[in-house]
């Protein structure tokens, strides 16, 4: 009797082990896995990070690049200048040895040079100027705009202009021109930075997926009158909100510049998009490059 009590007290104690053991690991397990999860949104997040500083890498690298083409063509220009001079100046000198060149010539080919200089240098000073004027516009837009998801709007700038781009679900329901109101609302936000930019024009081109729209669709026959009706439609809102309507124009590029040639549900996502293009004036930089 003794003895089977004893085995009794041991097999439960035994049980009563493996039991804890269980609930012991298992609580482990739990951990770890809770533990891998949070890496993982922290890698995710990293790798967010990573991609965007990429993205602003080659952007600034591109503008560097863009710079430093203009300031080799303003050396360029002005090594020719004084290459122009020199020779002028030698065949000056020979002239005036042989045929006794006046002074006032030569000083006419003095004149002419620090006149070309001196244009050249006014136009690197208006080159520096827009190049403050984009960067200047590039931020006000985008504090203007911080509220929006990244997704749905993105601002970049390219070749000397800034690109705001918005995508057609912060806009359109698919195949509609009436804009949504959070849509409404974030042109009314750019409206009061651009109103008082009264040297910016103002660009919007309205983009397609390459799938048509759908038969009977009121108003339109194909994907052109879709873009052109959305780009109006944004013109509309922005002007009604104070832009001044002779610096802006609407047009659609229907579904031929595309952001991702792929026939994906995410590339024709991506493509369908309004982009409103905003352009300093150069009238100033015209005129010079007239006269040079």
Same mark, same amino acid.
């Given at each position: 009797?003794?003895?089977?009590?004893?085995?009794?007290?041991?097999?439960?104690?035994?049980?009563?082990?493996?039991?804890?053991?269980?609930?012991?690991?298992?609580?482990?397990?739990?951990?770890?896995?809770?533990? %891998?999860?949070? /890496?993982?949104? !922290? #890698? =995710?997040? *990293? &790798?967010?990070?990573?991609?965007? $500083? @990429?993205? +602003? %890498?080659?952007? /600034?690298?591109? !503008? #560097? =690049?863009? *710079? &430093?083409?203009?300031?080799?063509? $303003? @050396?360029? +220009? %002005?090594?020719?200048?004084?290459?122009?001079? =020199?020779?002028?100046?030698?065949?000056?000198?020979? $002239?005036?040895?042989?045929?006794?060149?006046?002074?006032?010539?030569?000083?006419?080919?003095?004149?002419?040079?620090?006149?070309?200089?001196?244009?050249?240098?006014?136009?690197?000073?208006?080159?520096?100027?827009?190049?403050?004027?984009?960067?200047?516009?590039r931020n006000k837009v985008t504090n203007?705009?911080?509220?929006?998801?990244?997704?749905?709007?993105?601002?970049?700038?390219?070749?000397?202009?800034?690109?705001?781009?918005?995508?057609?679900?912060?806009?359109?329901?698919?195949?509609?021109?009436?804009?949504?109101?959070?849509?409404?609302?974030?042109?009314?936000?750019?409206?009061?930075?651009?109103?008082?930019?009264?040297?910016?024009?103002?660009?919007?081109?309205?983009?397609?997926?390459?799938?048509?729209?759908?038969?009977?669709?009121?108003?339109?026959?194909?994907?052109?009158?879709?873009?052109?009706?959305?780009?109006?439609?944004?013109?509309?809102?922005?002007?009604?909100?104070?832009?001044?309507?002779?610096?802006?124009?609407?047009?659609?590029?229907?579904?031929?510049?595309?952001?991702?040639?792929?026939?994906?549900?995410?590339?024709?996502?991506?493509?369908?998009?309004?982009?409103?293009?905003?352009?300093?004036?150069?009238?100033?930089?015209?005129?010079?490059?007239?006269?040079t």
């Amino acid at each position: 009797m003794k003895k089977n009590l004893l085995r009794a007290s041991v097999f439960l104690l035994a049980g009563s082990m493996s039991l804890s053991s269980c609930v012991v690991s298992k609580k482990k397990y739990d951990d770890l896995m809770s533990r %891998k999860n949070t /890496l993982e949104v !922290e #890698k =995710a997040d *990293l &790798e967010k990070q990573k991609l965007s $500083l @990429e993205q +602003q %890498k080659a952007l /600034l690298e591109e !503008e #560097k =690049a863009s *710079l &430093e083409q203009a300031q080799a063509e $303003l @050396e360029q +220009q %002005k090594l020719e200048y004084q290459q122009s001079l =020199a020779k002028a100046l030698k065949e000056g000198k020979t $002239l005036g040895e042989n045929l006794n060149m006046s002074k006032s010539q030569i000083e006419r080919l003095n004149a002419d040079l620090k006149a070309r200089e001196q244009r050249l240098a006014e136009l690197q000073r208006i080159l520096d100027e827009k190049e403050r004027a984009v960067a200047n516009l590039r931020n006000k837009v985008t504090n203007a705009l911080l509220g929006f998801n990244d997704k749905d709007l993105t601002i970049d700038v390219r070749n000397g202009k800034v690109y705001v781009s918005l995508a057609e679900q912060l806009l359109f329901n698919s195949g509609s021109t009436k804009v949504d109101p959070k849509g409404v609302d974030a042109l009314r936000k750019l409206a009061s930075v651009l109103k008082e930019q009264k040297d910016v024009n103002v660009l919007i081109e309205g983009h397609t997926d390459d799938v048509p729209i759908a038969r009977g669709t009121v108003g339109m026959q194909d994907n052109w009158d879709l873009s052109v009706l959305r780009a109006t439609e944004i013109t509309r809102i922005l002007t009604t909100a104070g832009v001044d309507p002779t610096r802006v124009t609407p047009s659609g590029r229907s579904l031929y510049v595309p952001l991702d040639e792929a026939k994906t549900k995410e590339a024709r996502q991506k493509n369908r998009r309004t982009e409103i293009i905003l352009t300093p004036k150069l009238d100033e930089l015209f005129q010079i490059l007239e006269t040079t």
